[in-house]
């Protein structure tokens, strides 16, 4: 068990819908980073954030947002849905930034 | 259209026997590595890291090998074992950013 949760485990919906998944970081995490694993694209950075702040950015797209709250959990919300965007998507947490980030177990997002 | 499977390499080796996974990072700016291992369902997990200055780093059973001059980053697991079997990633950070990039990861199959 690496200390981060997120939730739901399994998401159906169906296209056009909004989505939200949540991540709670390990104790005393500060950074959390979001990730999105397909079958044809492997593990891709979404955004990072680093105690409440965006910290870096990469492949997300516009429908997709993501937030931190001061409680340190972050949010991630899809929306628009579309059948490419079906996934794993996991979420990271790190203390600093700069150290080695710990996964969690990822939601199953299946758009159908 | 049809999403297609990641196409992964793939390393099988016998039970007892020593492993080695090979990756080639892209950016030589990149002064951070990672490997992870992810299990069917699961999400990845940390195994080792390794800084730019260093060249060797070892742990328990796992060995991570860094040659800078050709941008080649290898893992080395001693007498592999069934519960070893899972893919392998290899992931760079570079200086100032904060996000992970992964490799496309390497299937290891342990046979007994």
């Known amino acids: 068990d690496s200390g981060v949760t997120q939730t739901p485990k399994h998401l159906i919906t169906a296209t056009g819908q909004r989505v939200t998944l949540r991540c709670s970081p390990r104790?005393?995490?500060?950074?959390v980073y979001w990730y999105q694993q397909s079958l044809d694209q492997g593990l891709q950075f979404l955004i990072q954030?680093?105690?409440?702040?965006?910290?870096a950015k990469g492949n997300i797209l516009e429908r997709f947002s993501a937030q931190q709250f001061p409680d340190l959990h972050s949010e991630l919300n899809l929306s628009s849905l579309e059948l490419g965007d079906s996934a794993l998507y996991f979420c990271?947490?790190?203390?600093?930034?700069?150290?080695?980030?710990?996964f969690g177990q990822g939601t199953r997002l299946t758009v159908v | 259209g049809e999403s297609v499977g990641l196409h992964l390499p793939t390393l099988s080796v016998q039970e007892g026997d020593n492993s080695i996974i090979n990756c080639a990072y892209s950016n030589s700016a990149s002064d951070y590595f990672i490997w992870y291992k992810q299990e069917s369902g699961k999400g990845p997990q940390f195994i080792i890291d390794?800084?730019?200055?260093?060249d060797k780093r070892q742990g328990q059973r796992v060995t991570v090998l860094l040659n800078k001059t050709v941008k080649h980053l290898s893992l080395q697991i001693a007498a592999t074992q069934p519960g070893d079997s899972a893919v392998y990633f290899c992931a760079e950070k570079t200086g100032g950013g904060n996000k992970l990039t992964f490799g496309t990861g390497t299937q290891l199959k342990v046979e007994l």
């Open positions: 390794i800084r730019s200055n260093m």
């Open positions: 990271a947490s790190s203390h600093d930034g700069g150290t080695e980030a710990f």
């Open positions: 954030y680093y105690n409440g702040e965006e910290r």
């Open positions: 104790s005393g995490d500060l950074s």
